[in-house]
Each structure stands twice: as C-alpha cells, then as structure tokens.
C-alpha cells in the first residue's frame, strides 16, 4: 500500500507546486489517512519543502481502527505537550526554507490558523481548499475491495437480525446488536451510528435509536453500514411487522422503491449529479411528497460516509467510473412512519455491466 | 430547566455586551446545547440583539439523545438547504441592527468565518473567545444530579461484566458489551469510546480495543462512562485475570492506586490545578516512571467528556467548589502491560465532607 499513498502525495504535492505552494500542510483527518495511509487521532501531514512529515500529538502505536502510517514517511511523535500539531508543522515549513503554504481552510478553525500565522510570519499562508477530497472521489480498486468487503459484512450482520425475533425489542437495543453483528463480522466498528426507526419513526433520514418497541404492523426501518479498514458503506431496509403490509403500506413502499431504482438506474460515468438526484426525486415528487423530501438523495461514501458528490438538485458536476455512492430516497409520513430504500453502488461503464451493487441484501418488502 | 437556560443566557448577554458586542454567535455543539437545553446536530445559537434564536439545519423534532431546546427560544427550522446556519444568523443579526457580532473563533474553521464576513459585511466580528466555556466548569446541583446518574450507569455496567466469564473473549467484544450495558441501565448512549486493554495493551492511555483475548494473568483495564442527558463521566480500573496476581502487578497496582488517592486528595475548593496534577504525578515521577506519563492526569467532565479545567504541570487557574474532574494516572510498561484507575468527582469543600466520589466500583486489586 505504501507505493499507493506516495504517489497520491506526489499527485498532490505537483497541483500545490503548480498553484505556487512548494508546501502543503493537510489536517482533514480523513485526508491524513488518505495520504498517509493511517495516522493517530490529531495527527497532521505536512507535504514538502523537503521530506513529507507526519506530526503526531503522541507516539503512533497499538492502535487498531487508525491503520498503520506508509512507512516511507518521517514520523514526530510525538509533538512536545500541549503544542499543536498545525503549529510544530508550520514551523517544519519554515525552517526548511518553504516561501509559502496551503493549508485546509475549510478544517483549520481560526484560532489555529492565526496560530500558524504567528508562529511563521514569514510563511505566505494559502488555501488547500478541497484539492484533497477532490483527489479521494474516484477510488482505486483496492478501495472498492475494502468497500465491498465492508458491504458484505453490513449484509451479514442486516440478515442475522431479519432471522431473530424482533416484536417487542426496542429501536436502542436492536441498533446496538445490529453494531455489535458488524464487529463479530470483521469491522473495525459501525460506519456511523445506526438507525432503527420503527413504526411512526420510520422512514425519517435521521433519526435516532429510541426507547420505542417494535410493534406487530410497524414499517421498521435500519440504516447502518460497516467500517473496514476506514471505508464506509451505507444500507437502508424498510420491513413490515407482522403477516401482512397494510394496503398503504405497500402502495409507499411500491413508490419509493421505484423512485430507488430509477436512481440507481441512471448512475453512468457522465450523468450530472442532479440528473441521478432528479431520477430518484421526480417519482416521489409527482407522486405529491415533493415537499417533504430531504435535500439530497444520496453522496459519495469512502472514508467518511458522507463525502463528495452530493446527489441534490443544484449540485454541478458528474459521476466518472470508479465513483461509489450511495442512492436513499425515502418519505416519511408524520405520525404513521414511512419508508427509506439505501444502497451502495459503484459507479462502473456498461461495458462493465453498469453499476455495480456492494450492498445486497433484498428490497422485496419482507414481512417479519 | 427552560428558566435555567434563560438564565445563563443573559449572563452571556451581559458580559457579550460589557465586551462591545450586542450580539453573540454560538457554534460550538455542547455549549449551543449548554444555553439553548437540547438542539439538534448542526444547529447554532444567536443571542441578541433582539430576541435569542435558535437556528437549525432541519426541524428539531424526534432526536433522542441530543435533547429538547428550551421553549422561550425563537426556533428557525430548518435554515434554507445549501446555508450554514452560522451565514444565516450573521444575516439575522445584521438584519436586526447589530453593529458587532462575537463569534467563537477556536469552534469556527477560517471558510466559515470568511462566509459570515462576506454575507454581513458591515457587521464588526469579535472574538467570543471561551467564555461559554468557563461558564460551563462550575455545575450546578441539576447538572451534578445528571452525572450522579450517568456515574451509577457505569458502576452497574462494569458490575456486571465482572460477573461474567472474561478469559478468551475479545477486547472488542468486551468494550461492546460494555457498552450495550450503559444503555441497557438508561445512558443515552456511552459518554466515549469505550477502552479495553488486555495484556501489553492494559494501562495504555488511549487504547481502542483489538481482537486481542483475554488470558490467564493478564492485566486488565477498561475505561468507560454513560451519556445521561448529555453529561458524561469516566471510570477507570484495572484487574488481573487468574487466581493470584503477580509480585510486580500487586507493585504497579499499588503504586498507581497510591497515586490517584493523592491525586482526589487533593481535590478541594481553591487547590491549584497543577497542584492536584503534581499530587498525582509525584509519586509515579519519585518511582521512576515521570517520562512516560501522560500530559495530564485529570480533567474536567460536563456536557463533553474532556473538558475545563485540565489538571495537568503548566495549567493555571484553581478549583471551585461543584467541578467535576477526573482523577486517573496511570502507568504502562511496554510490552508488559499497566494499570490505569480513573474515578470522577465533584470538587466540595472540607465542611461538606470533601470530594463527593460519583463512580464507586471497587478499586482493590481484584482477580477475576
């Protein structure tokens, strides 16, 4: 892997030396792992004058979860006490002769940017801006690899829970075993905190676990997804509790699975993030949920579930190959739940066979 | 609680204005919650000129775990897709006829900053610095109540896992039924990470647990707390796995609890912060282990699990009566393993009895 991340650095360091900074100084921590292949919490990476330097607020060691730093790198650790990493960094920077450096201005707040400014006044101080995560939007295969596995053991740990007895649970405890599943199937942890949302919850974006039980004739819908190696996958399933879905159940769970698979259907290299969006959008807004539809129907996932592309209506831009994202519209009805239909995919060409499904667990409405 | 909120708002008011600003811009997530009483992810709090509005970046509705904002609260949900909040109440505060707005400079990254500058460029930006925060160190009985509770949690979350069969089991495994424990007993969720170390991890200050198993004479340490209502606290203890102990582990053991009962010995009303610190750091550094030791031996708990004071060499300031803190050295010997004990207090004074000790598991050595 390490040959992967000094060339991910050697790309970066030619578009800064390009906008006329010899240095860089990444402090996103997704972005840090991304260039430095794993680095502690709070760890920063400053890319030129000279050799690429990783600065650590303490030793990186015994630390599973944060993977394992490119060993072609130089390694502080840790930085004195009580001194931040931002500022040992800038201070590298301008020892070593640098004239000038970018910095994540979108992650830096400004009490660490005038810090840095204080620290090297001499440093002609620029901005990154989101070169890094432009970078991490396509994904080598390696990445899909870690994705596909992370979507395997979110299928697994989904299908362990469809087989267990589910009336009378709560949404906390069923969310809690849904995590604790993932982890016996080899994540590093949940890709972010799982929702089980039953009855008049379901179908909400975002809501979170609650003390609610599991009734007979809920919609129940989860939303969870693993961490492998850092990459992030995203599913969502809505079921319905008892022998048999009520007549409007269906009809919604009908529409918006419809609405999913047009989504899903217009991911090609080349298609407009919004003309996805609108794909999935347009049957729930004719339809009549319009209104009450969340901003975007679904993102980008690697290593943070929600990175680049946004799939909204006003979003500029286009899928290439190698893209994943995630594709959830849903509609919730206040005060009698609704439903939310979430996938994985890979962006892929026809040629290929087209989009390519991480997450494979049914979306035929299954009634527990 | 809705008139405690109220009255910590004005106090920020008073002290905004006697600073020259008619209007504050909270971002920082616990101290919008500290002010507002409950808020959903996202949302920022504007206090003044006129009345004090909550903005969010959706509606505030079904979200346990994040609490109810108070009723007085002018709430705008959700601000229009696509806006920051932070640009929408600077626009608001402009609108309203603020001539100065203080924003919180260490919570705000430069792009938002930049973003407020540019949609209310005649407002005048200062810096509100971490005012809200030291308003947050002292608590008051309300407050300490609600960690009383998230401190009973975590004893009965550790209780119980003692009981159980522990040799062969994952740290992973472990820190996750740790954790469905807390919520089992009534935490909103774990107040941190959960660690478990075993073996040559046990007594590291930050460990995330691995696949590693448990065996026969290994140290043991776990850290964990409950989220009740949003307040947080932290117990600390190490065990030996096995019948009888060996002569260095009853060493180290007794050493490092020496150590942390000098350390909440220390605790009292108008005690240096680096007093209580040297306290619990004198008798590791005397034994030969000051270069390994952590930057700090304690800190403050609220509504974020690390928070003011920080009780570490360099700290200046004093203890008030009602700080809660942590109290926890400990030692790790590479390759060997160590001991780590941490409780959570309430600083009181002597005539009240002295330090109010929140989590009361045991801290005898014992060999489960």
Redesign the interface.
Known sequence: MSEVHAVRRGLLRDRCAAAGSAAALVSRPANVRYLAGGAPPGAVLLLGPGEDVLLCP?APA?????GRPDEALRIVPPVA??VDPVVAAADLAAASGAGSLAVE???????R??AIGRTAPRLRLA?LGRLVEQHRIVKDEEEIGCLRIAAEITDQALGELLESILVGRTE??LA?EL??RL?DHGADGPAFATSVATGP?AG?A??????RRVEEGDFLSVRLGADYHGYRCQIGRTFVIGTAPAEWQIELYDLVFAAQRAGREALAPGAGYRDVDHAARHPLDAAGYGESLP?RTGHGVGLEIEEDPQL?P?AMGKLDACVPVTVGPGVHLPGRGGVRIDDTLVVRPEADGGPELLTMTTKELLAL
């Not at 201005?105 to 009490?111: A, G, N, Q, S």
Request: negative net charge.
């Open positions: 303490r015994g630390e599973p979860g944060h006490p009580g201005e979108h992650d830096l707040t400004v009490v940017h005038r901005d906390r405890h809690l995590e604790r982890v919850h909400q975002r809501h979170l676990p609650s003390d901003p909204a006003t």
